[in-house]
């Protein structure tokens, strides 16, 4: 698709349960980068993949977070165990292989964790 | 210390005037490159303009100019004749090619009077 497309656009979780957010990068691109932002403000880095492989992991908060991009499947980011500081809009952005390539972003999914 | 650093939490301008936004960096890669996106209230990042570190002339789209020092490693965003759809977050970004990372500012809010 032309289009990051990520699922769902909500989700809501009560403290300690489960959730699950998925993206789909552009087709053709070789990077896949997660983010957490938090009431608008700073990005947060959590996760990039290189195709199937996580390239940089530095900062996934392991202990409950996690994420996979397998081939022919939306990539996914896991958290277990929701905390309430976990209530932000985490976005999905993919890249072309290519130093000079900007990031395409999907539209976010906001989740509010009560 | 900070990759991105954006001093102007918030700026206000009038309609039809032109406004820059501020955006230093801290890299000692070679090769990298500088971005501005936009925010809406609306959420979705909108990606404006781009600038690499080997450019010798100054970005431009449209209403949009990069102003690039790369000996003050400054890179500002100019918006010429503001309009009210101009109001928004603005995040100036930075992507170091060797480590393929992407750096965010933490965004200035521009809101334009009519």
């Known amino acids: 698709g032309e289009e990051v497309a990520q699922t769902p656009k909500h989700l809501v979780r009560g403290e300690g349960q489960k959730a699950k957010l998925y993206c789909a990068p552009i087709k053709g691109h070789s990077y896949v980068f997660w983010y957490q932002q938090v009431l608008k403000n700073e990005f947060k880095f959590l996760i990039s993949f290189q195709n199937e492989n996580v390239f940089d992991e530095t900062g996934m908060p392991k202990e409950r977070f996690s994420a996979k991009c397998l081939p022919n499947s939306p990539c996914s980011l896991e958290i277990q165990a929701t905390k309430l500081e976990d209530s932000a809009v985490y976005f999905c952005?993919?890249?072309?292989?290519?130093?000079?390539?900007?990031?395409?972003f999907g539209s976010g999914t906001q989740l509010s964790v009560l | 210390a900070q990759k991105i650093t954006q001093t102007q939490p918030g700026m206000f301008v009038q309609e039809k005037e032109a406004v820059t936004l501020d955006c230093t960096y801290d890299t000692s890669d070679q090769s990298y490159g500088l971005f501005w996106y936009k925010q809406p209230s609306s959420g979705e990042m909108i990606f404006l303009i781009y600038q690499g570190s080997y450019d010798e002339q100054n970005a431009t789209e449209g209403r949009y100019s990069l102003n690039f020092q790369k000996a003050r490693k400054s890179a500002n965003l100019v918006i010429s004749a503001s309009q009210l759809g101009d109001s928004a977050m603005y995040f100036c970004a930075m992507r170091e090619y060797n480590f393929n990372k992407f750096y965010f500012g933490s965004g200035t809010k521009l809101n334009v009077k009519p």
């Open positions: 952005a993919s890249s072309q292989q290519g130093g000079d390539e900007k990031l395409f």
